[in-house]
């Protein structure tokens, strides 16, 4: 079992303990590289999670986890690191003490069903929120102005943000190259024209296929910049929430069309700003991941039929979630989309940059029958025909695990940065 896990996922030995760790269930790793017929995909939903919002979680934040991080470098919780000296610790200590605060104070409710109710929340994934010193004495002010402020205007259904500024997802400004994105990517053969299908690929499951290192450095250099440009602009980077109950723990921009978890692709936000265009170089890259999919299908399907299993996609939205350490997603389905892009399998194709991610997918919204993989940087994972309508969801993210050289380019903040392309 093991054996099939390690070599089906290319996890490391520290991934398979971390997997373990946290997810029990995540050992039952599917291998599945068999084609299947697609079948057109109806919009279907469990009932046992009625009670929970769409994104709520259904597993429990990872409290006490900022304790573990204090024990030595060698420690369980260092698994799953990537390119980065195990020994340094680049956090003050009082951060540790801050995060406790924010996971087990905070943190309550959102992660328990039927208890959305009385969720309050101190923003813990913005780290440039007010200053953790001043955090735990403004509990009560925040408990109150979260009731009082929450953002939506009494009898009007319409979410609002709240977050002003917006969320900056850099810890600086930084200088770009002369070189743009669209240069490097059209220029950068190894992101596609080369038709050689890494033996890092893998096929999850029909129409889930995982794309290894697509993601070269530059690129999600390039990205990382694109997106905090366009982030930090008034229709840029906000923590979304529900008009009542839970807030998601991640900060979240539209590009190519808004879309919130409360008003979801319809009259949502109350900034009448267009979503930003999606730049012509991520949905050149979109394109390249879906051939170079195609190309790992046929190669173990020994068909030609990848187009069937896997329908090619062009990019018309793009949500951009930036998850900090504790950061986290419930298992969902994305059903927003139109019913003919759901009907036909339009793929989601998702790119991960920065820290890793412990990512569960399965059949039901169950987290103990969820499968997992990591999401390292520079993966791109990508999920459509038959699978297009999985359940999926970020349970955590894996600190200290984004490569060094990415976070001194780029100045990513600490956490996660994650783009899934649809098409609506
Ligand atoms: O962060 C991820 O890997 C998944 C994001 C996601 O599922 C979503 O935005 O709908
Ligand atoms: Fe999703």
């Not at 450095?217 to 366009?230: P, W």
Request: net charge positive; proline share 5%; aromatic share 6%.
């Amino acid at each position: 079992m093991m054996k099939s896990l390690y070599h089906s996922f290319s996890l490391t030995s520290r991934h398979q303990i971390l997997l373990r760790m946290y997810s029990p269930s995540a050992r039952k790793i599917m291998s599945s590289s068999s084609s299947s017929t697609h079948s057109p995909i109806r919009k279907t939903q469990t009932t046992s999670f009625e009670s929970l919002n769409d994104y709520d979680e259904q597993f429990p934040p990872l409290t006490g986890r900022s304790k573990k991080k204090k024990v030595s470098p060698t420690s369980e919780t260092n698994f799953g690191c990537k390119n980065r000296d195990q020994g340094t610790r680049r956090r003050r200590a009082s951060r540790f003490i801050d995060e406790e605060v924010n996971g087990t104070t905070f943190d309550v409710g959102a992660g328990t069903a039927g208890s959305r109710t009385s969720v309050v929340e101190l923003d813990s994934t913005n780290p440039s929120s007010p200053s953790k010193s001043s955090q735990s004495h403004n509990l009560k002010i925040r408990k109150v102005k979260n009731h009082r402020n929450s953002g939506f205007k009494s009898r009007d259904q319409s979410p609002k943000r709240t977050q002003d500024p917006p969320f900056d997802i850099c810890s600086s400004v930084i200088e770009r190259n002369d070189t743009s994105i669209n240069d490097r990517v059209l220029a950068d053969e190894t992101n596609g024209e080369n038709d050689e299908v890494s033996n890092k690929h893998r096929v999850l499951r029909p129409g889930m296929v995982l794309l290894k290192d697509f993601l070269t450095h530059d690129i999600q250099v390039d990205i990382v910049k694109t997106c905090r440009e366009l982030g930090v602009k008034p229709a840029g980077f906000y923590q979304p929430g529900y008009r009542v109950g839970s807030k998601l723990h991640l900060q979240m921009m539209c590009l190519g069309r808004n879309w919130d978890p409360q008003t979801k692709y319809s009259k949502n936000t109350d900034i009448d700003s267009k979503a930003p265009d999606i730049p012509v170089a991520f949905s050149v890259l979109v394109e390249e991941a879906i051939r170079k999919a195609h190309a790992l299908i046929d190669r173990e399907s020994g068909t030609e039929d990848a187009e069937r299993i896997l329908p090619v996609m062009s990019p018309d939205i793009c949500i951009v979630n930036f998850y900090s350490e504790s950061g986290r997603l419930g298992l969902h389905q994305d059903r927003d989309e139109s019913q003919e892009s759901i009907g036909k399998g339009l793929p989601i194709v998702s790119f991960s940059i920065g820290d890793s991610a412990e990512f569960l997918y399965g059949e039901k919204r169950d987290v103990e029958e969820a499968e997992g993989v990591i999401l390292e940087s520079g993966d791109v994972l990508i999920f459509g025909g038959e699978s297009r309508m999985m359940f999926h969801g970020v349970k955590s993210i894996i600190p200290n695990s984004a490569p060094m050289s990415l976070l001194n380019e780029s100045k990513l903040r600490t956490g996660r940065l994650n783009l899934t392309f649809r098409h609506f």
